[in-house]
């Protein structure tokens, strides 16, 4: 079990700069991507998609309430925050082959006028949850909408994910979207556990504001579909950079291959997945643990 902590593992304990490092000129202004970081993009997104859910004026709109409603969340909430960041400047791919562009989805709506509003509010108010000021968040909304329209509506789309190797890991696992709901799983379980949660190093990781739980999410899913041949690249920091502070212990480590190993038993992923899981990632060990 000692090889079976995944990369979430890693990512959960990740540092506050788990993200792309700038490598912009001094005098150079920094992108949107750059001044706010993954973990915030993910909580506003994430935020905002969860406030889109319950919105009883986008509850009205059949198509909007069918796709809120039919798209598992952790999927939804990987799919935009991807295509935010892209948006914004970051180094995340535009789209994923086989599926709709993120933008494509809210213009497929269709909606009024009064609907448009109550989606660009509910973004809004997301912004701010995660800690822009009105100002910020603003900007946001309105940035997102400008994207949207600019989505270039494509037939024959939906049809599900295309994968470049069918006998991939990540085609083999069901590509972007189990993996996103398994992620989801697993970092709630994770982030809840009482031996990781002993470890004052990353409790501050994970507490003083820089990293959000649904930054996490992304990051794992990103770097997890990356690593089985997924159309991903991970745009995070390098394991031994983001946890060389945070003295990860062996009794952690194996803490958290059980709770995977119960996570992954829970969605049914075969053996034989399981095991090359647990393969692909034991050379990460060296650079995660460093605490007795």
Not at 29 to 45: D, F, N, R
Not at 198 to 218: C, E, R, W
Request: aromatic letters at 6%; proline letters at 5%.
């Amino acid at each position: 079990m000692k090889t079976s902590l995944l990369i979430i593992t890693s990512a959960c304990f990740a540092s506050a700069n788990a993200q792309m490092v700038s490598d912009a000129p001094k005098g150079v202004p920094h992108s949107k991507y750059e001044q706010l970081g993954i973990h915030k993009i993910a909580q506003i997104v994430g935020t905002a998609v969860d406030i889109h859910a319950a919105d009883p004026v986008l509850a009205t709109n059949l198509a909007a309430h069918t796709a809120l409603g039919g798209t598992p969340k952790p999927a939804l909430k990987f799919f935009v925050t991807n295509w935010v960041a892209h948006n914004l400047g970051g180094p995340q791919r535009a789209g994923i082959p086989g599926m709709p562009d993120a933008g494509q989805i809210p213009k497929s709506w269709d909606l009024t006028k009064a609907q448009r509003i109550a989606f660009q509010d509910d973004i809004s108010q997301a912004a701010m949850k995660s800690g822009l000021d009105r100002m910020e968040s603003k900007w946001m909304a309105d940035a997102v909408w400008t994207w949207i329209e600019k989505s270039k509506m494509t037939k024959g789309m939906d049809s599900g994910e295309l994968f470049k190797d069918k006998n991939s890991l990540y085609a083999r696992l069901g590509g972007s979207v189990p993996l996103a709901v398994v992620v989801d799983e697993f970092v709630n379980q994770l982030t809840q556990d009482p031996t990781i949660g002993a470890n004052p190093h990353t409790v501050k990781a994970l507490s003083d504001g820089h990293i959000s739980t649904d930054g996490l999410k992304f990051l794992v899913t990103e770097q997890l579909a990356a690593a089985s041949g997924g159309p991903f690249k991970y745009t995070g920091r390098s394991m031994k950079n983001s946890h060389s502070h945070l003295l990860i212990s062996s009794k952690e480590w194996e803490a958290g291959g059980k709770i995977l190993k119960g996570v992954l038993d829970k969605f049914m992923v075969p053996a034989k997945e399981q095991g090359e899981i647990f393969t692909a990632i034991a050379s990460l060990e060296k650079d995660i643990v460093k605490g007795g």
